[in-house]
C-alpha cells in the first residue's frame, strides 16, 4: 500500500478484535478446562480459538504480513508489516470471572508499532492508537496531568513478575506513589490512556504483551518506555514503564534504575 500510515489497517484491526471477541465471550464464566504451559502460565480454549481466528483472517487477508502470536508462535516475522497478538493477556483474570483481561492486536512497519488495540470483550470497551491519537469507542482519551510522585496511581499485574535486582527498584518506586493498585494486566494501561491511572510498571514482558500498548498510550499523550526511558523494540528486556506525564516518567526512571 502506498499509504505507510495505519489508517488502510485500522477497520481490519477491528474487524480481528471482533473475531477475538466472539470467540472469548462464550467461554467467560463457564467451566472450562485450564491447561499449564511449559512456563506455568494458564491457557483456555478461549485464548486458542481467539488468536486462531485472528490468524486465519491475516493469512486470508494479507498473506505476505508476519505474525507473532502468544499461542501459536512466529511465522515471517522479517516481513515489513507484522502483527502482534495477544488473545487474552490476562488469562488469570479471564479463569477467575473477571473482566479485567483485553485483546492485545498490534501491527508493526520496519519493527516500529503503528497501530494498537486493547479490546475487553465482556465490558465492550475498545482502545484503539494510532496516527497520533487514542480513541475509546470511538471518542477521543487522553491521559492526565500528574507531575509529583506523591499524588500518583500506580499499576502493576504482581509481585511475582519482578526477580533480583527488579524487585528492590519496584520497592523504591511504589514507595514513593500514593495508591498502588494490582491485577489489571492490560487494562491499567487502557486506565493511564483514559486518564485515571498515572503510572504502570512491570516486567517480564514478552512482545505480544507490550506490542499494543504503545500506540494506545502515546496515542494519548502519555510515555512508554523500558526502565532506562529507552523505547520499547521486539529485542526489548520484557521491563515496560507507562506514564501519563513526562516529569513522572523522569521522576519513575530515575527511582526504576539497576
Not at 67 to 73: A, D, R, V, Y
Request: with cysteine; proline share 7%; charged share 25%.
Amino acid at each position: 500500500m502506498a499509504d505507510r500510515g495505519p489508517e488502510p489497517f485500522i477497520a481490519f484491526a477491528n474487524e480481528l478484535a471482533d473475531l477475538a471477541a466472539a470467540a472469548i465471550r462464550p467461554h467467560f464464566r463457564r467451566p472450562i478446562p485450564v491447561e499449564s504451559k511449559a512456563d506455568r502460565t494458564p491457557v483456555t480454549i478461549a485464548d486458542r480459538a481467539a488468536e486462531e481466528a485472528m490468524r486465519r483472517r491475516i493469512e486470508a487477508r494479507f498473506p505476505a504480513h508476519g505474525i507473532i502470536g502468544e499461542e501459536f508462535g512466529r511465522v515471517r516475522e522479517e516481513a515489513e508489516y507484522l502483527w502482534v497478538l495477544d488473545p487474552i493477556d490476562g488469562t488469570k483474570s479471564f479463569i477467575s470471572g473477571v473482566p479485567l483481561f483485553g485483546t492485545l492486536i498490534a501491527l508493526l512497519r520496519h519493527g516500529r508499532p503503528i497501530l494498537g488495540i486493547i479490546d475487553q470483550p465482556i465490558n465492550r470497551e475498545r482502545w484503539v492508537g494510532g496516527a497520533g491519537r487514542t480513541t475509546l469507542n470511538g471518542a477521543p482519551v487522553r491521559v492526565r496531568a500528574c507531575p509529583s510522585l506523591g499524588a500518583a496511581t500506580l499499576f502493576s499485574a504482581t509481585l511475582d513478575m519482578f526477580q533480583g535486582g527488579e524487585v528492590a527498584a519496584f520497592d523504591r518506586l511504589r514507595a514513593a506513589v500514593r495508591l498502588v493498585r494490582w491485577s489489571a494486566d492490560c487494562y491499567a494501561y487502557a486506565l493511564l490512556a483514559t486518564g485515571f491511572v498515572d503510572l504502570v510498571a512491570e516486567a517480564s514482558m514478552k512482545p505480544y504483551d507490550y506490542a499494543a500498548l504503545i500506540p494506545v498510550v502515546t496515542g494519548a499523550g502519555g510515555m512508554i518506555t523500558d526502565w532506562h526511558g529507552r523505547p520499547l523494540t521486539l529485542e526489548s528486556d520484557g521491563r515496560v514503564l507507562a506514564a501519563g506525564d513526562p516529569a513522572l516518567h523522569a521522576a519513575a526512571v530515575r527511582l526504576l534504575a539497576i
